[in-house]
């Protein structure tokens, strides 16, 4: 596999595919192959709605549609991915960089922005409005393990939360179990 560049995203980019398909709504202008490339080029690269219109040769309030409809989809068939391991898997397959420093860590957070495009309604775009990106934006807490799987995510707030009133609001503090190591680097 590793003489053949790119092999892995494909087969990961299929089997995405292959679990989400079956439950996506047809579109009459774009597969469900193209839907599901739209969905991951929006999120990773962050493309505006105009530009992948151009790029697939669609509507923008297709692109949206498209990518909300996608977006529903992925989050019923892979949020039972994400889980909270247990304090013993997590100590057994611990990486050596992070037993030799931090050998209680169970989870490293931090609170991610996305851009977004600016509503046009004046209340949605207060909310979403960070001063600290100069942009439109939505922000989620992530939770990873040491070990480098997501065990954590919130559901979306508005860039105009700060990370304290984010990470306060979660429930991340409920899966926190005495005694574990609370320290922020």
């Known amino acids: 596999i590793k003489s053949f560049p790119g092999i892995t995203e494909w087969c990961i980019f299929n089997a995405l595919l292959n679990l989400l398909s079956p439950c996506l709504r047809e579109c009459r202008k774009l ?41 529903d989809v992925a989050n019923v068939r892979l949020s039972h991915l994400i889980k909270w391991p247990d304090r013993e898997t997590l100590q057994k397959t611990m990486p050596m960089c992070f037993r030799k420093f931090f050998k209680k860590c169970c989870i490293v957070i931090d609170c991610t922005e996305i851009f977004i495009e600016r509503p046009s309604d004046l209340l949605s775009r207060a909310q979403v409005w960070s001063n600290y990106k100069h942009h439109s934006t939505i922000k989620f807490l992530i939770g990873i393990t040491p070990q480098g799987t997501i065990s954590y995510v919130t559901e979306c707030a508005g860039g105009r939360m700060s990370d304290k009133e984010l990470v306060e609001q979660s429930n991340l503090i409920d899966y926190l179990n005495p005694g574990m190591l609370h320290r922020i680097i």
């Open 31 to 71: 597969s469900k192959y193209q839907m599901l490339l739209l969905f991951l080029m929006k999120l990773r690269l962050s493309l505006f709605n105009e530009d992948l219109a151009y790029r697939f040769g669609v509507h923008t309030s297709t692109v949206t549609r498209v990518f909300h409809s996608v977006l």
